[in-house]
C-alpha cells in the first residue's frame, strides 16, 4: 500500500522524546508530544490555585520538557517557527487523540513493563495499519511485542534514533520475526530521504550495531589507556580529529552525552553478553563507579571528566580530573612524536598508516585500541549483522567517526595488520584470513565509480545497497576531467560536471579560484551545466586571510585590489553563466563561501549548513558580492508602499553583525536562501539533488540571465539615517570606533556611495564600492590586529 507520513505522536517528552519531536517537526509533519499528568501539585500551582485537573497542570511535565529542550545548544529545531508544529498534550486526557496520527513513537522509561502498560493503552485507540516503533535502545525488541494484536505486531519494529536526533545521522531500524518486510523497506527508505538519516538494519541483539561496536571501542581506549598511564588529556589529544573522530574525542563526549548513559548501557552490554570475548572490557572501572556515586556525570551534573571553573581573573577555565587522585587540575597539554609526523598527512587514510607505525606510547595505543577493535568487528558477523559495511555505516552515522573498523582496518592494510595483531596476541575472526588466502586483500574496493563490500558468504564483492544512486565524489576518481593541486572538476554523467576542491578549512585561494573558472570555461563550452560542491565537513571558511595579510604588512593594496576583483569577476561568473550553475553548501559557508552560494542559479543547501557573511568579524566588509548582492536582493523585492530603509536595514545588520544562521531554514529567513534555494535533509543525497537541479533548469530552457543595471539606492538620505544610528550604538557602548568605521562603510556600500539622490545603479557599480571599501580597510592597523588574532588563535578580537 502506498503509505505517507503527515502526522506523528511522540509518546515520552524525555530528552529524546522531545528531540524527536523537533526533529519531524523541521521535516514539515504535524507531531503530537504527550507525556504522563502529574501527580502532584507544586507550590507555585497550589499557590495560584489550580488543581490536578487543570490543563497547565496536566500539561506540566511535557510543557517543562519541551520548553528546555528548546532551550538546549545546539537546538533541536531548525526555526523558531516551526514550534507551533508540536503539540502538546498528556497520555490521560490526549491518548486517544493518536488514532488520527500515521506513526505512533513509544519513547517511555527503559522499563519493559512500563513499556507493554503504555502499548495496553495505545491498542485502546491506535488506528489499525498505522505504525509503531520502539526508539528503546536497551530491550530486546522481541519482548515488547508479546500479549499484542497481529495487526500490531505486523506494524511494529525498533526505530532507534541516536541522541541529538537532529544532528546525528544514525537510524537504527530493528524488526521483529513478526514485523511486515514491507513496513521495513517503508522505514528504511523514508529515514534515508525524509529524516536524512543513514538507516542501518539491525538484527535484534543487545545495544543493536552501534553501541556493541562504539561502546566496545571507547572501553578498549580506557584499558589501553590504563596499561600505558596515560591521562585524559593524552587519550582526548590521541582520540579525536587526528584519528578522523568529532573534537570532543573520547571523554568530552562522555562529559556531554552523559557518563550515566555509558554506563548504563556498557553495563547492560555486560549482564547481557555472557559469552561475549569482548565481555571483560564492558566491566566499570571503580573510578567511573566513583564519579557515578559523586554525581559526576558530565555536563548535565557540573562535572564530570571535565569541570568548568573560573580562574582567579574571572577568566572561564577547564579543569580535567585526574583518575587516580580524583582531583580536578589544569587541562595538561599532550604531546607525542608520532602525532608530529602526521601533521602534513592531510588524508585520513594515509594518516592511519603513520600513526599504527608510531615507535612511542601514542604507537602503542593506538596498536592496542585498533586492532583490538578490529577483532572484536570481526566476531560479530554475523552475530549482529549479516554484511561487514552495516558496522561501518551505523558507528560512523552514530558516533560521527569518518571511517569505520573495516575502513580503517583497508586504510592501515589489512594483510598488515592481521599479521601484526596475531604478533601481539589480538586474532581476527578466520573469514578475514579466508578472504586474503583467497586473494581479496580489501574489505572494500571501487570499480566503474561504485563502492562494493566483500560479502562473506558468497566470498565476492557486492555493491552496497541502497546507496547506488548516491554520487560519492572520491568514488569517481577515473571521472576526473581536469585538477590542480587543491581542486578538481569531475564529469557526474548525464552532461554536468561538479567542481571541488580541498584546501586547508576549503578557503578560496589563487588555486581554488583558478579551478572554478576552468570548470566554468569547460561546463560553457562541453556541459549542460555546473554543480559546485564537495563531501568535506564544511563548505568554505571564506577568503585565504593570511595571503591578505602578508599582502596588507607589506602595503601591497593592489595585489589586493587585483585579488579582490579576481574573486568578485568568478562569483559574478557564477551568476551570468551561459549553463545553469548549482551551488551546494554544507557545514560552515562563511565570507566568501557564502558569496558563492547567493549567487547561484539554485543554491541546494544540506539542512545543516552554518552561513552566513562575517567578514566584520575581521575587521573588513564582504568584498565578493556578498554586499552588492544583499542590496540588490532588497532592491529586488520592493514593492509599491515598502519603507525601503526598513527592508535595507534588515540586511545591513545580517552583514554588520557578522550574522550566522544555524540552519539552512535559518538561512532562508535572513535572506541567504531564497525561497527558490532548495534544501537536502540527507547530505548524502546533496550532489544528487544538486546534479538533479542543473537537469531541470537546463531540460526547462536555461536563459542566462543579463547583469543587473537597476538597483535601487538611497543615497546620502540613506546614509544618514545609517550614520545616526550607528553613532547611537557608539554612544551606549555597544560597538567600538572599527564597528563605527566598518558599519559606516557598509552603508556606503549599500546606499551607493555619495548619491544626491535616490536612483538606480549596476551591479558592477556596487561591486566597485564593495572593493574599494574592503582595500581601504585592509590599511587600517585595527584590522590587522583583528586578522592576526584569527590567524594566530582562531578567536575574534573586538578592538
Not at 571501542?217 to 588529556?233: E, Q, R, T, Y
Not at 569541570?307 to 580524583?326: F, V
Not at 560597538?735 to 539622490?757: F, R, Y
Request: aromatic share 8%; charged share 25%; with cysteine.
Amino acid at each position: 500500500m502506498k503509505r505517507s507520513i503527515r502526522k506523528v505522536a511522540v509518546l515520552g517528552s524525555g530528552v529524546m522524546g522531545s528531540a524527536i519531536a523537533c526533529h519531524f517537526a523541521n521535516i514539515g509533519c504535524q507531531v503530537l508530544l504527550l507525556d504522563m499528568a502529574p501527580k502532584d501539585l507544586t507550590d507555585e500551582e497550589k499557590a495560584k490555585g489550580l488543581s490536578l485537573d487543570s490543563r497547565v497542570v496536566k500539561n506540566r511535565i511535557v510543557q517543562t520538557s519541551f520548553d528546555r529542550s528548546i532551550k538546549s545548544n545546539p537546538g533541536p529545531i531548525y526555526s523558531k517557527k516551526f514550534i507551533s508544529r508540536v503539540a502538546l498534550g498528556n497520555f490521560t486526557d490526549d491518548l486517544a487523540r493518536i488514532k488520527d496520527y500515521d506513526w505512533t513513537i513509544e519513547v517511555v522509561v527503559e522499563n519493559l513493563e512500563i513499556k507493554k502498560k503504555m502499548y495496553d493503552e495505545v491498542e485502546k485507540h491506535r488506528k489499525p495499519g498505522t505504525l509503531i516503533t520502539s526508539n528503546t535502545s536497551g530491550i530486546p525488541i522481541h519482548l515488547m511485542t508479546e500479549g499484542r494484536s497481529d495487526d500490531f505486531k505486523k506494524h511494529f519494529c525498533g526505530t532507534h534514533f541516536f541522541n541529538p536526533p537532529r544532528y546525528l545521522k544514525l537510524l537504527e531500524i530493528i524488526p521483529t520475526p513478526h514485523t511486515d518486510p514491507e513496513i521495513v523497506q517503508f522505514l528504511m527508505h523514508y529515514g534515508d530521504l525524509f529524516l536524512g538519516k543513514t538507516t542501518v538494519l539491525c538484527k535484534d541483539t543487545p545495544a543493536f550495531i552501534a553501541n556493541r561496536v562504539g561502546v566496545f571501542s571507547i572501553m578498549k581506549v580506557v584499558d589501553a589507556m590504563s596499561k600505558l598511564d596515560l591521562n585524559i588529556d593524552e587519550v582526548d589529544k590521541l582520540t579525536g580529529p587526528v584519528i578522523g573522530r568529532p573534537k570532543s574525542a573520547t571523554f568530552r563526549t562522555s562529559d556531554l552525552v552523559g557518563l550515566d548513559t555509558l554506563i548504563k548501557v556498557s553495563s547492560n552490554l555486560y549482564n547481557g553478553l555472557p559469552n561475549d570475548e569482548g565481555r571483560q572490557y564492558f566491566k566499570l572501572p571503580d573510578v567511573v563507579l566513583k564519579m557515578e556515586q559523586n554525581k559526576w556525570l558530565g555536563d548535565k551534573t557540573g562535572q564530570g571528566f571535565y569541570k568548568k571553573t573560573k580562574n582567579a581573573k574571572g577568566e572561564t577555565e577547564i579543569l580535567t580530573l585526574d583518575l587516580k587522585t580524583l582531583e580536578y587540575k589544569t587541562k595538561a597539554k599532550a604531546k607525542f612524536a608520532t602525532l608530529e609526523t602526521t601533521k602534513t598527512i592531510d588524508n585520513l587514510k594515509d594518516r592511519f598508516k603513520v600513526l599504527l607505525a608510531g615507535k612511542d606510547k601514542a604507537g602503542e595505543f593506538y596498536r592496542d585500541s585498533f586492532y583490538g577493535l578490529f577483532q572484536y568487528a570481526s566476531n560479530r558477523i554475523p552475530e549482529i549483522a549479516d554484511e561487514l559495511y552495516k558496522i561501518d555505516d551505523a558507528v560512523c552515522a552514530g558516533f560521527g567517526w569518518e571511517l569505520g573498523p573495516f575502513e580503517t582496518w583497508d586504510a592501515v592494510g589489512v594483510e598488515k595488520a592481521v599479521a601484526d595483531m596475531e604478533a601481539t596476541g589480538s586474532k581476527p575472526n578466520p573469514w578475514v584470513k579466508e578472504m586474503l588466502a583467497a586473494g581479496n586483500k580489501s574489505f572494500y574496493k571501487v570499480e566503474n565509480g561504485k563502492r562494493k563490500y566483500y560479502d562473506i558468504p558468497s566470498k565476492s564483492y557486492k555493491i552496497i545497497p541502497g546507496k547506488e544512486e548516491f554520487i560519492i565524489l572520491e568514488n569517481l576518481k577515473e571521472n576526473i576531467v581536469w585538477k590542480n593541486a587543491e581542486s578538481k572538476v569531475t564529469d557526474l554523467g548525464d552532461g554536468v560536471i561538479n567542481f571541488a576542491w580541498s584546501s586547508k578549512s576549503y578557503t578560496l585561494g589563487s588555486s581554488v579560484i583558478e579551478g572554478l573558472n576552468k570548470a566554468l570555461d569547460l561546463a560553457e563550452k562541453n556541459y549542460k551545466g555546473l554543480v559546485i560542491g564537495h563531501q568535506g565537513p564544511d563548505f568554505s571558511l571564506g577568503a585565504n586571510l593570511g595571503l591578505v595579510f602578508m599582502y596588507a604588512i607589506e602595503q601591497e593594496y593592489d595585489e589586493i585590489d587585483f585579488m579582490v576583483r579576481q574573486f568578485q569577476n568568478s562569483v559574478m561568473r557564477i551568476r551570468y553563466s551561459s549553463v545553469p550553475v548549482v551551488v551546494c553548501p554544507q557545514g560552515r559557508t562563511l565570507g566568501g563561501g557564502c558569496e558563492m552560494t547567493m549567487h547561484a542559479d539554485i543554491a541546494q543547501a544540506a539542512a545543516e549548513t552554518y552561513i552566513g557573511l562575517v567578514e566584520v568579524g575581521v575587521g573588513l566588509i564582504p568584498g565578493g558580492g556578498g554586499t552588492k548582492e544583499f542590496t540588490k536582493r532588497v532592491s529586488d523585492a520592493l514593492e509599491e508602499g515598502d519603507v525601503e530603509l526598513n527592508a535595507l536595514q534588515n540586511a545591513f545588520m545580517n552583514i554588520a553583525t557578522a550574522k550566522v544562521a544555524l540552519s539552512a531554514e535559518e538561512a532562508r529567513e535572513m535572506g541567504v536562501l531564497r525561497s527558490l534555494d532548495r534544501i537536502s535533509v540527507n547530505k548524502d543525497r546533496q550532489l544528487l539533488d544538486g546534479k538533479a537541479a542543473v537537469l531541470e533548469l537546463y531540460d526547462a530552457g536555461y536563459t542566462m540571465p543579463v547583469p543587473a543595471k537597476n538597483i535601487k539606492v538611497q543615497g546620502r538620505a540613506g546614509q544618514a539615517l545609517f550614520m545616526a544610528g550607528v553613532q547611537g550604538m557608539r554612544m551606549g557602548n555597544y560597538i567600538s570606533d572599527h564597528d563605527q568605521k566598518i558599519a559606516l562603510k557598509i552603508a556606503n556600500v549599500m546606499c551607493g556611495g555619495d548619491l544626491t539622490s535616490p536612483q538606480e545603479v549596476s551591479e558592477q557599480y556596487l561591486l566597485d564600492l564593495e572593493r574599494e571599501a574592503f582595500v581601504s580597510l585592509t590599511g587600517e592597523k585595527k584590522t590587522l590586529e583583528r586578522i592576526q588574532s584569527i590567524l594566530t588563535g582562531g578567536k575574534p578580537l573586538r578592538n
